[in-house]
């Protein structure tokens, strides 16, 4: 049977293909078509998809679309004459795409793909929480879910046993953990839906300072984790902006305009609303460890690619083991919805074992061999060395220790918004430059963004505090003491961005100011290629972590064909690419024809 999941119109649409059970395939929109977030039908994934599979879509048993857009409708028709005359503009300009598409789903499923079957319709944190349970590897799981909002719901708590999930409780918007992150998110000035990692990521040069400002006057947040927000301090539910003038008078001025100046302001915003979304996601942990009494933890949503808040959660051991779906967010939700329609509705049995080992490691993308990587190289007369399977873990090590950054194109990408070895660039974790080196003439992003580590799964607990595995780059840990280096007393009196630049440990360049890593745990059996290239890194200059960054510059998504991995390192300060068995000497390349759009685009011309 032959099952597709869709997600779409909102951000990060997708489609997967689970037959009889497995994950075939899996994969964003935006791969495709090139637009980061693309919300769009995902025509091409889904093509992808079926391809993959070698499928038509009369093959097809089921399609299962992610949410229920008559209730979200509903929801949206509701808040809006709750909020009237407020929003009124901005409803009526969303309506056509309402009355013209998003209303009709299954007509327009229908018509896409010519396909006259069964379309059912999982509730959008039915989804979320279906991809977190199904693909994992417990028999028996709690279910935690937290994003913006679907129809109604934002936050929602389920547990799972065996092949069913049984929904216990949920938050409702206008009250969002999703939301409130994304308001400080906006306030700072960074793009909602898509910058929240940059807040993540620039709390710890803050200090907590407006953290009880937020709990007394912003949230009341209960002991159970549930929570009410003052929606005197926000705009969003009337459409407009996030932030009301209550909220910049609290905070003491308008939003950043973005792209301006980081200050120690929007650090501490950043830190504060860091620390009050790790209490709440504590407290909902305790709150469904105690409701229901599993040893295990599931998350998704896009909350939960708050890797520091789920790092929290692992460390204060309120449960034995979490399992983090590695495409949270919606794109997650075209796998959900598929798994639902297969486990949740039809009642197919479900082996915990096999569930895990079918995510393949999130690989689950378009994949290139040789062949065709070679005939690329070919057409474009693109001068390269081919090198045998055992010439290319060590040759790459070497590279990688002469604080060279590569370009890493390898199998099938990767499904979610983390690169883990197949579509990612790599560098020296020891090297003290190359966290702004790839910041800024790789990925011509922000520098005070950090870099994560891959390390090998069998020696992560020599270089960081976590014994389990953290395989989708979805836990933060801190580094070990014995790694680490004690700053003087002029560094610690350092503030915000100063202290980017202070060596903190033995792999500075994946050590954030706070001496903590987002890690990727490295299996052999899960992506051997990649295992024995950090291996070989290891053997050779005693260090089994390296850079792993995704393979993309800021405002693209990931590469995902050869082509895009080309032109990609040929527009960057890239040294080396290897696609396959092919590597690829920047020096020994002719330029680009010129490309007056892109480097204006970053600033380069």
């Not at 994950?23 to 929109?29: D, G």
């Not at 216990?168 to 939301?179: A, K, Q, V």
Request: charged share 25%; proline share 5%; glycine share 8%.
């Amino acid at each position: 049977m032959n099952i597709l999941g869709i997600s779409a119109y909102y951000h990060d649409s997708a489609a997967c293909l689970v037959r009889d059970g497995e994950i075939i395939a899996a994969a964003q929109e935006e791969r495709f078509t090139r637009k980061k977030h693309d919300a769009s039908f995902p025509r091409r994934a889904i093509e992808y998809c079926l391809a993959e599979a070698g499928l038509s879509a009369a093959d097809l048993d089921i399609v299962a679309f992610y949410e229920k857009p008559f209730l979200k409708f509903e929801r949206i028709l509701e808040t809006v004459l709750a909020y009237a005359p407020l929003g009124i503009r901005s409803f009526v300009k969303a309506m056509p795409v309402w009355i013209k598409q998003k209303l009709w789903i299954k007509d327009l499923i229908q018509k896409e793909l010519g396909f006259e079957g069964r379309v059912i319709f999982p509730e959008h944190h039915q989804a979320h929480a279906a991809s977190a349970f199904f693909p994992s590897p417990f028999e028996e799981a709690a279910i935690l879910t937290m994003d913006g909002v679907g129809e109604w719901t934002t936050s929602s708590l389920a547990v799972g046993t065996g092949n069913k999930m049984e929904m216990l409780s949920e938050i409702r918007f206008p009250h969002s953990l999703g939301l409130l992150y994304s308001a400080f998110t906006y306030y700072t000035g960074f793009k909602v839906n898509s910058g929240e990692y940059k807040v993540m990521g620039l709390a710890p040069y803050g200090e907590p300072k407006y953290k009880e400002v937020i709990l007394s006057k912003l949230m009341d947040l209960k002991e159970d984790g549930s929570f009410k927000l003052n929606l005197e301090y926000f705009n969003y539910p009337a459409g407009l902006t996030m932030t009301s003038e209550k909220f910049h008078k609290l905070f003491g001025g308008p939003p950043r305009r973005p792209e301006s100046r980081l200050t120690q302001r929007e650090m501490d915003l950043a830190r504060s609303i860091q620390d009050v979304v790790e209490e709440v996601m504590l407290r909902m942990a305790r709150f469904a460890r105690k409701k229901t009494g599993k040893p295990n933890l599931c998350l998704a949503g896009g909350v939960a690619l708050n890797c520091v808040g789920n790092g929290k959660i692992l460390k204060e051991k309120i449960f034995d083991r979490i399992w983090i779906q590695p495409a949270a967010g919606d794109a997650g939700g075209a796998m959900g919805a598929a798994l639902f329609a297969w486990h949740q509705v039809l009642g197919k049995p479900r082996d915990a074992k096999a569930a895990a080992e079918g995510m393949r490691g999130s690989y689950l993308g378009p994949r290139f061999d040789n062949q065709a990587i070679e005939k690329y190289l070919e057409e474009k007369n693109i001068p390269f060395t081919r090198l045998n399977d055992d010439q290319l873990p060590a040759t790459i090590a070497d590279l990688i220790a002469r604080e060279k950054v590569i370009g890493w194109f390898q199998g099938r990408m990767e499904f979610g918004p983390r690169a883990l070895g197949a579509r990612s660039i790599l560098g020296d974790a020891r090297s003290p430059k190359m966290q702004e080196i790839m910041n800024l003439k790789i990925k011509f992003r922000e520098s005070f963004r950090p870099f994560a580590p891959s390390v090998t799964l069998e020696k992560v607990g020599d270089y960081f505090e976590m014994a389990g595995e953290s395989p989708y780059m979805l836990l933060v840990a801190p580094v070990r003491a014995d790694r680490c280096r004690a700053m003087s007393d002029k560094e610690r009196g350092l503030f915000g961005i100063e202290k980017l630049n202070v060596i903190r440990s033995s792999i500075p360049a994946v050590t954030h100011v706070d001496y903590s890593a987002r890690i990727q745990t490295v299996d052999e059996k899960t992506h051997p290629l990649y295992h024995r290239l950090i291996k070989a890194f290891d053997e050779k200059y005693g260090c089994p972590v390296i850079i792993n960054t995704s393979f993309n510059v800021r405002g693209e998504p990931l590469v995902c064909t050869p082509e895009e991995a080309y032109t990609c390192f040929m527009r960057t300060e890239m040294d080396y690419l290897v696609a396959g068995n092919f590597l690829i000497d920047k020096k020994d390349q002719k330029p680009l024809e010129s490309d007056e759009d892109w480097t204006k685009k970053f600033g380069l011309d």
